[in-house]
């Protein structure tokens, strides 16, 4: 059965930090890139950040670039996002998905790919940053 579980959501003030995860099982991690995407409320889910297990390639969407960093371990077939100098447009739902890596680049996966397209999807884990 595969499964992504996301932890590390949680409430903090403007300009803290979180750390979160996505572990995954039941498929071939290497093989798989994982993305991480956000739905703000009222908004369209969005992507984040994605990275490639296979190089460890990593693409950010604009707003975050510079204070998100995303990681990948395969001895623990987790994907880690360190948040850092959060803000409160950075409140939502975040969801980690994962995609067979056969994309061009992870600007691909992360903007190009139609959801419904992504091969698995996580519960999500809400992050709520206050001012």
């Known amino acids: 059965e595969v499964q992504l579980v996301e932890s590390g959501g949680g409430l903090v003030q403007v300009g803290g930090s979180l750390r979160l995860s996505c572990t995954a099982s039941g498929f071939t991690f290497e093989d798989y890139a994982i993305g991480w995407f956000r739905q703000a409320p009222g908004k369209e889910r969005e992507g984040v950040s994605c990275?490639?297990?296979?190089?460890?390639?990593?693409y950010y969407e604009h707003s975050v670039k510079g204070r998100f960093t995303a990681s990948s371990d395969r001895a623990k077939n987790t994907v880690y996002l360190q948040m850092n100098s959060l803000k409160p447009e950075d409140t939502g739902i975040y969801y980690c998905?994962?995609?067979?890596?056969?994309?061009?680049?992870?600007?691909?996966?992360?903007?190009?790919?139609?959801?419904?397209?992504?091969?698995?999807w996580g519960k999500g884990t809400p992050v709520t940053v206050s001012s």
């Open positions: 998905a994962a995609k067979w890596d056969i994309l061009a680049t992870m600007k691909t996966f992360c903007v190009d790919t139609p959801h419904h397209d992504i091969d698995y």
């Open positions: 990275v490639a297990n296979s190089d460890g390639s990593t």
